[in-house]
């Protein structure tokens, strides 16, 4: 019993011998797959503060340069990698090209090529996917002559492509794993999403070099226009104001049949001129060189002054004009001349866009600090899609080739540039089929700056 009792303590004690080498067991191996567990996910808490950082940089810049610089030098130090390049393809070589690059005697490699064909690189380029390579120097695609060229090892290697919309545009390369384990599927995954990072980098780079050319391609064809624009509107001035001085002087002298139809010659010739006159004022307000020359005038006086000027055009097309204005002279501190084209330019539009028997209507009034003027008729009407389009340069809204109406496209430009110069506003409301309303708004007096109010200091 005793025994039995010492051998069962024996026992006992022994199983809790093993009990407690097991629970040690089973701690050690918990707390090591833990550790394991741990350093997994720092590893990848890690790899993820890359990304972020990298997007970081990527929406916030874009100089191709220090981006891929970031991209390779975390592309290494997250795989524990010696090196890592990326290769761009010249689709007219049809070579690979080193163009960034960290690691030993990198900045060797530096406009370095590798051909697509038989290359490691161009493997991934053709294929369109990753490859890795365990031992570089025994696959027939690895070249020796990079290795050679900056006196580095390769043992090896982790390429993958970098994609643009399914188009490969180069590959990323890391070569040689630092504990030499080989590379693991994370691997391929951190390459992957770096090298769809440095992708797109590479081609945003592009497309704002493209659009910087086409932005400089345009400006210089704007130049180019500028001038022709200049020479041509100051080459026909001169001959035309003869032909517009003999025309005026023998339309006086002469009647009948030969009368009319000198009318017609100056009817044309009056066209030209005021077509070379949108010609340079487009030319003063694009180059800034326009200015105010501004007055105190009636508005009323002015409105009834161009009305006047086209009466002759709307009786011909036997149209109404009316005007609605107030007793009150409205007077105003403005550039005449320039709300003289403002005006012209709206009222020309009104009876050229009006069939006959239809009705134009002037009207002003002053509210407030500001002076309100509608251009109404009766005309073709502007579709709602192109009520602002129409105030651009040469924007018409009948296409050049099926116009039943002359004109350049230019007068609502210029007139929109007149005003915006006096500060004031121009929109239009329009119904196809019924009519158009053009409303103009002028501050009466020019903006004056309030005093900076006086700081009283009492100390
Ligand atoms: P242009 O009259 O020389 O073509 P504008 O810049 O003055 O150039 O006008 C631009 C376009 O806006 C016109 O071609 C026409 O399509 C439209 N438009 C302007 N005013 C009217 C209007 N009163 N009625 C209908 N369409 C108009």
Not at 191 to 200: D, K, P, V, Y
Request: glycine fraction near 6%; proline fraction near 3%.
């Amino acid at each position: 019993m005793h025994f039995g009792i010492c051998c069962g303590a024996l026992r006992r004690k022994d199983s809790n011998v093993n009990t407690a080498w097991i629970m040690d067991h089973i701690m050690d191996s918990r707390n090591e797959l833990l550790g394991q567990r741990i350093a997994g996910l720092e590893r990848r808490i890690a790899y993820l503060e890359r990304i972020v950082k990298v997007s970081q940089i990527l929406n916030s810049t874009l100089s191709l340069e220090p981006l891929l610089r970031i991209i390779i030098q975390s592309a290494t130090e997250l795989t524990h990698t010696e090196a890592c390049s990326i290769m761009l393809l010249d689709k007219r070589t049809g070579e690979l090209t080193f163009s960034y690059s960290v690691g030993h005697g990198s900045e060797g490699l530096n406009d370095v090529t590798v051909p697509l064909d038989n290359s490691i690189a161009g493997w991934i380029v053709h294929q369109g996917k990753p490859l890795l390579i365990r031992d570089a120097k025994n696959d027939p695609r690895w070249h020796s002559r990079v290795d050679e060229t900056i006196d580095f090892d390769t043992r090896s290697i982790l390429g993958v492509p970098l994609k643009v919309k399914d188009q490969i545009i180069g590959v990323l390369e890391l070569l040689n794993k630092i504990d030499d384990n080989g590379f693991s599927q994370d691997d391929i995954q951190i390459a992957s999403t770096l090298a769809a990072q440095a992708a797109i980098a590479i081609e945003n780079a592009r497309l704002l070099d493209e659009l910087q050319r086409a932005y400089d391609e345009l400006a210089e064809l704007d130049r180019l226009k500028s001038n022709f624009v200049s020479v041509a509107s100051h080459e026909l001035r001169t001959p035309l104001a003869v032909i517009l001085g003999y025309a005026s002087f023998l339309r006086e002298e002469v009647s009948g049949e030969a009368g009319e139809q000198l009318s017609a010659v100056l009817q044309s010739a009056l066209r030209l001129r005021s077509i070379i006159d949108d010609m340079v004022n487009l030319r003063h307000v694009e180059t800034g060189e326009i200015q105010l020359d501004r007055e105190i005038f009636s508005m009323t006086e002015l409105i009834s002054e161009v009305t006047g000027e086209f009466d002759q055009l709307a009786k011909a097309k036997q149209q109404v004009v009316r005007l609605e204005l107030p007793d009150d002279p409205l007077k105003i501190d403005a550039d005449r001349q320039k709300i003289y084209l403002v005006l012209a330019n709206l009222l020309s539009n009104a009876v050229k866009f009006t069939s006959p028997q239809g009705r134009v209507q002037v009207s002003a009034e002053r509210k407030g600090e500001e002076m309100w003027i509608a251009v109404m008729d009766t005309g073709a009407g502007i579709p709602e899609r192109d009520l602002d389009r129409i105030f651009t340069r040469f924007y018409q809204v009948e296409p050049t080739l099926t116009r039943r109406y002359d004109g350049m496209g230019l007068g609502l430009s210029i007139t929109k540039s007149m005003i915006e110069l006096h500060d004031g506003r121009i929109w239009a409301e329009s119904v196809v089929g019924k009519g158009s309303r053009f409303t103009v708004v002028l501050p009466v007096s020019p903006y004056k700056a309030e005093p900076v109010a006086e700081i009283v200091s009492n100390s």
